[in-house]
Nanobody
Framework: QVQLVESGGGLVQAGGSLRLSCAAS????????MAWFRQSPGKEREFVAA????????LYADSVKGRFTVSVDNANNMVYLQMNSLKPDDTAVYYC??????????????WGQGTQVSVSS
């Protein structure tokens, strides 16, 4: 059974940084795309970034490009989201997700429980 567990959320001032972690277990994730999504109150869940274990490819939403970096640690089945230059608009619950196949921005099969990120102005 696939399990994704996020950690690293918290409260930070605008301009600050946070690193989110996602521990993946339950199978071999070599050919999986691992993504981060976020959802703030009253808004739909949106794609943030994704990385792929096998070829190192990445994809970012325009809103976070240049500020966020996704990375995967194959040896330890970990996925990270380094978030720099945070803005109040980045406030949301951040979710880790997994999908077997190429990087896509929707249709992920497995989800974590989410971790709250709050950015104060």
């Amino acid at each position: 059974q696939v399990q994704l567990v996020e950690s690293g959320g918290g409260l930070v001032q605008a301009g600050g940084s946070l690193r989110l972690s996602c521990a993946a277990s339950g199978r071999t994730f070599t050919y999986y795309a691992m993504a981060w999504f976020r959802q703030s109150p009253g808004k739909e869940r949106e794609f943030v970034a994704a990385g792929r274990w096998s070829d190192g490819s990445t994809l970012y939403a325009d809103s976070v490009k240049g500020r966020f970096t996704v990375s995967v640690d194959n040896a330890n089945n970990m996925v990270y989201l380094q978030m720099n230059s945070l803005k109040p608009d980045d406030t949301a619950v951040y979710y880790c997700a997994a999908h077997r196949g190429p990087i896509v921005t929707s249709g992920y099969d497995y989800w974590g429980q989410g971790t709250q990120v709050s950015v104060s102005s």
